[in-house]
C-alpha cells in the first residue's frame, strides 16, 4: 500500500440469480458464449472486467463477466472512512490507504476523465505547514512552507547534497520511462512477466536492494537516508536495504500527484459498472473444482469450472469457461481441484501495516521530536533510521516507533462542533489511543479553534475536550516484502485460469494492479477470437486535455523547476 513529502520535495525533483445466469440480450446460443468468472473487485478485478467488457464489445466477442467479491464494496485496498464515522455532516471521507495516483498512471487517470470524476490536490499545502524528517533522536532535514523561492531551496539542497538530488530524479525519469512501455505494444500484452522484465531491462533495477542501486548511480548516502528512505518507508513500510531497486524508484515518482474527490474507489466502481458484468457482493468462493465432463474434454463449449461459495457449500450452476483470480491467493482461503493451478501460484510474504486516524483540537508536540517547548510544531512528521544503524528485516521500525505522522486538514468535530486536526499515522504494529495521545501537546493549540467555533451546540460549556477525541485504525496487507528478485509471477496460471497479483512482488500500485487486470483480459480475449499474436492495447477513446490540476502548473524550462514538478506532491506518498 503511495503519502506527500512537501515544497522541499518539490525542489528535488443474491446469488440465486446466478445459479442459471446468461449472457443478457445474447443471440448466439447458450453454448457459444464464453462465460468468464473474476474472483475480487479490487483494481486488478475491477480493471480486468472494465477492459474484458469494452473489448467483447469492439470486436464483437460472445463473453459473459461474473464477478463475486467477498466484501460489500469495490475497490480493494481503496479503502474510505467518515471521520468521526459520520457521513451526514457533509465532510468529505478520508482515505485510510492507497490515496493517490500520479498522471502519469494512464489507465486511473483517464477512467478518472471518462467518468467524470473530480481530481483534487489530495492534501493541498497551507502556508507555514512544517515537515519534518526525523531519525528517533534528531531532525536530520526540514522545511517549512513559508513561500520562500525554490530557487533558495535548491541551492540548500545542491550545497548539502551535490549532484544527489539531479541524479535520483533523473534516475526515477529513466526507470519510470521504462517501465511504461509495457502498457504498448510490443510489450503489451504479457504472457510471462518475468520475459519482459529481461526485454526492458528492468531485471537489473529488481534484482538489488535500492540502497545498491543508488549507491551504483553514485548517490550519497545522506540524501538516501535523509530523504529517499523516508520515501520507501512510508510507502513500502521498507528501508532501502531491503526493497528492490525498482519499487524504491516508485517510491519517489510521485509527480503530479492527484485523487478523486470523495475517494480513489469510485474509479473502480465506474468501470465494474461500465463492464456489464453481473457482480455478487458479498460472496465468498471457497473452491474451484472442474466440472463433471472433466478437464480432457476437447469440445471448447462445454463448460470447464465449477465454482463454490460460502453459505451451504453452494456450488454456482453457472460453468465458467476462464477464471481470472483477482486476489492474493494466499489470502484467499479459495481450495483448487487437482490440474486447475498447473503453474505453481507463489506464496510471498505481505507486510503488516496498522493505519490510524484520529481527530484532536490539539497540535503535534514539539519536544517530542527535540524541537523547543513554544516553537512551530510539525505539521508532517517522517522517518528514517539513525545515521550508522544497520537496517534490520525484523525491526523495520527502528527506534521511532512510526513510520509517518501526517496532518491531514481540519474538520469540524460534530459533538462539540469545535474545529480540529486530523491526523494519520502509519506503524507496523496496532498503536492504542492512549499512546497517540502522547504526540499531542495540550498547550499547543492554533488560536482558530476557539475563533471558528460553530455557535450552534457549541458543546460541553468550556470544559477540555480529550486529546484525542475520535479514533479509527485498520490493518492491512497492503503490499509484499518487496525482495529482491528477477523472475516474477506469471499471469497465466492455468487453462483459461489467469492470475493477477504477480505483478505486485514487481511493483504495488492501484495503477499496476489495474495494469495486470488490463492484461489479462486481453490475453483472455485474444484467446477467444483466436488471435496467436499478442494482440493490442486498448486505446481510450478519451483525449486528454488539460486538467485543473495541470492548469496549474507552469511550463518548466530547467532543471529545478522539473525537480519541482517530479517531487511536487510526495508528502502525500501511501499511494499505494
Known amino acids: 500500500m503511495v503519502p506527500a513529502l512537501p515544497y522541499w520535495f518539490v525542489v528535488v525533483a443474491g446469488l440465486v440469480g446466478a445459479l442459471d445466469a446468461t449472457s443478457p440480450a445474447k443471440t448466439r446460443t447458450r453454448e457459444s458464449v464464453r462465460n468468464v468468472a473474476i474472483i475480487g473487485a ?22 459473459n463477466i461474473t464477478i463475486f467479491e467477498k466484501t460489500p464494496r469495490v475497490g480493494g485496498r481503496t479503502l474510505t472512512v467518515h471521520p468521526y464515522n459520520d457521513s451526514t455532516s457533509g465532510a468529505l471521507p478520508v482515505e485510510l490507504g492507497a490515496s493517490i495516483f500520479v498522471t502519469a498512471n494512464r489507465i486511473m487517470h483517464d477512467a478518472a476523465l471518462l467518468f467524470n470524476l473530480t481530481l483534487v490536490d ?57 517501465f511504461l512501455k509495457l502498457y ?51 510507502n513500502y513500510a521498507s ?49 474451484i473444482n472442474f466440472k463433471p465432463e472433466g478437464p480432457n474434454s476437447v469440445a471448447r463449449a462445454l463448460k470447464k469450472y465449477a465454482i463454490s461459495v460460502a453459505g451451504g457449500s453452494q456450488t454456482v450452476r453457472t460453468a465458467f469457461d476462464d477464471i481470472i483470480i483477482a486476489t492474493p491467493w494466499q489470502y ?45 510544531p510539525p505539521s508532517n512528521v517522517y522517518t528514517t533510521l539513525k545515521a550508522g544503524a544497520v537496517a534490520d528485516p525484523d525491526n523495520v521500525i527502528g527506534d521511532v516507533g ?13 459533538a462539540t462542533r469545535q474545529t480540529e486536526y486530523l491526523y494519520k499515522l502509519f506503524a507496523p504494529e496496532e498503536v492504542a489511543p492512549a499512546l497517540l495521545d502522547s504526540f499531542l501537546d495540550s498547550d499547543c493549540k492554533d488560536k482558530h479553534d476557539d475563533e471558528e467555533r460553530v455557535e450552534q451546540g457549541a458543546g460541553d460549556g468550556g470544559a477540555e475536550p480529550n486529546k484525542v477525541t475520535w479514533y479509527y485504525q485498520q490493518m492491512f496487507h497492503p503490499y509484499p516484502v518487496e525482495h529482491p528478485r528477477v523472475t516474477f509471477q506469471d499471469p497465466v496460471v492455468g487453462n483459461g485460469v489467469y492470475y493477477t497479483s504477480g505483478i505486485e512482488s514487481f511493483i504495488s500500485t492501484m495503477e499496476t494492479s489495474a495494469l495486470m487486470g488490463k492484461n489479462v483480459a486481453r490475453l483472455l480475449a485474444d484467446d477467444v477470437a483466436g488471435n496467436t499474436g499478442s494482440g493490442g492495447a486498448y486505446v481510450s477513446p478519451y483525449h486528454r486535455g488539460p486538467t485543473p490540476v495541470d492548469q496549474r ?24
Not at 210 to 224: E, S, Y
Not at 345 to 374: A, H, Q, W
Open 42 to 63: 479490487g483494481a486488478a478485478g475491477a480493471s480486468a472486467a472494465y477492459h474484458l467488457g469494452q473489448y467483447a464489445r469492439d470486436e464483437h466477442l460472445p463473453i
Open 122 to 178: 489530495p492534501v493541498p499545502e497551507r502556508r507555514g505547514d512544517r515537515t519534518i524528517i526525523w531519525d528517533g533522536e534528531s531532525i536530520v532535514f526540514e522545511t517549512t512552507n513559508d513561500g520562500s523561492s525554490w530557487w533558495w531551496e535548491a541551492v540548500r539542497m545542491w550545497w548539502r547534497y551535490g549532484m544527489s538530488p539531479y541524479r535520483a530524479v533523473s534516475l526515477v525519469k529513466t526507470v519510470v520511462n521504462t
Open 184 to 234: 504498448d505494444p510490443p510489450f503489451f500484452p504479457f504472457r510471462s512477466l518475468t520475459q519482459r522484465a529481461y526485454e526492458l531491462g528492468l531485471e537489473r533495477v529488481t534484482g538489488v536492494t535500492g540502497a545498491q542501486f543508488l549507491a551504483d548511480n553514485k548517490i550519497n548516502d545522506d540524501f538516501c537516508r535523509h530523504i529517499l528512505q523516508p520515501a520507501t518507508r512510508v
Open 239 to 287: 528501508n532501502l536495504a531491503h526493497i528492490h531497486g525498482l519499487e524504491t524508484m516508485v517510491s519517489f515518482a510521485t509527480d503530479g500527484a492527484v485523487a478523486v474527490r470523495g475517494g480513489n474507489w469510485q474509479i473502480f466502481d465506474k468501470m465494474l459498472a461500465a463492464s456489464g458484468a453481473t457482480f455478487y457482493r458479498n460472496t465468498t468462493v471457497e473452491a
Open 332 to 376: 484467499s482461503n479459495i481450495s483448487a481441484g487437482r490440474g486447475i493451478i498447473t503453474h505453481k501460484i507463489d506464496e510471498i510474504p505481505y507486510k503488516e501495516l496498522y493505519v490510524s486516524l484520529f481527530t484532536s483540537p490539539y497540535r503535534l508536540r514539539t519536544d517530542m521530536f527535540g524541537l523547543p517547548r513554544g516553537d512551530t
Open 402 to 414: 512510526f513510520f509517518s505522522l501526517s496532518t491531514l486538514r481540519t474538520v469540524v468535530n460534530p
Open 553 to 576: 502548473q507552469r511550463q518548466r524550462q530547467d532543471f529545478f523547476q522539473s525537480m519541482e514538478d517530479d517531487l511536487d506532491d510526495l508528502m502525500m506518498m501511501d499511494e499505494l
